[in-house]
C-alpha cells in the first residue's frame, strides 16, 4: 500500500534525505586513491551520529555498515573492506539515514583518478537516466512510465538494466510500497498519487544486465565483470510534480562541478 506524506511529513523527509545528502559531501572529500571503503563507513556512522541521526542501513535485514560501497564491477549492497581504492576505479556509495522517525536513502557514484573514458559514459549516461526517470514521476502517470524511461534511455546506449533490484516508495520504512523497477511498459503499474515519496535509483551495467551475490551474502557483481552504476535521489509527488528531496550539490561543492540538472526539479530554493 503507498503511504502519502503530509507536507509537514515531506519536510522532515527533505531533512533526512540532506543528511544523506550531507553525508555524501564528506565522503566526497575524503574518498581517494589508498582510502578503504571501511575508514570511510566509520567517517560516515561518526558523522551521521555527530549530527544527530541515526544510520539507516547498519542493523536493518541484518547489515553490518553505515554504507554500501560497490566498486568497478560491483553493482550494489558492496561491504566496505580493507582493500584500498585504487586509481581508475568507480565507487558507488549508498547511505540511510533515519532521522525524525523519517528513512533518506541516497547514493552517488565516485570516479577516483583516471577512470576509464567509457566508464566515464556509463557514469554520465546513468546519472542522466535518473533524471530522466524523475521527470516521469508526475500526476497521471504510472510507476512503470519511470522505469520505461530509464531502460529506453540506457539499452540506446548497449547498457544492462538490472532487473533483480529496484528503487522503492520511502517514508518511516527503508522499503516502502511501491517498488520502483528501472525498466518497465508505458503505462503499466500503480498511478502515482500525491504526497508520495520514492527513491529513483537506476542500477546500470556497461555489460550484461545479469548479476550474482559474492559469497559474503551482500556484495552483488555483474556476471561478466564489467563495471556497474548506480545513482539515486529522493523524490516527492508535490503539486503533481517531482519535488527533489536529496541533492547531490555538497558533493559538487567538494568536486569543483557546477551543475544545474536538479533545477527542474525544485519547487522550493534548494536551502544548505
Ligand atoms: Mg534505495
Ligand atoms: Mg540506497
Known sequence: MIIPKTSEEIELMRQSAL???KTLGMIASEIKEGVTTLELDRKAEEFIRDNGAIPGFKGLYGCPSTLLTSVNEQVVHGLPT?????DGDIVSVDCGVLMNEFYGDHAYTFEIGNVAPETKKLLQVTKESLYIGI???K???RVEDVGNAIQKYTESFGYGVVRELVGHGLGKKMHEAPEMPNYGKRGRGKMFVEGMVVAIEPMINMGTKNIKTLKDGWTIVTRDNKPSAHFEHNVAL????PE???TFQYIYNVL???SNEEDEFRQKPLVI
Open 256 to 258: 569543483g562541478i557546477s
Open 139 to 141: 500526476a497521471g502517470n
Open 82 to 86: 580493507n582493500r584500498p581504492i585504487e
Open 19 to 21: 543528511m544523506v545528502s
Open 135 to 137: 521527470r516521469e514521476f
Open 244 to 246: 527533489l528531496l536529496s
Open 238 to 241: 508535490v503539486n503533481g510534480k
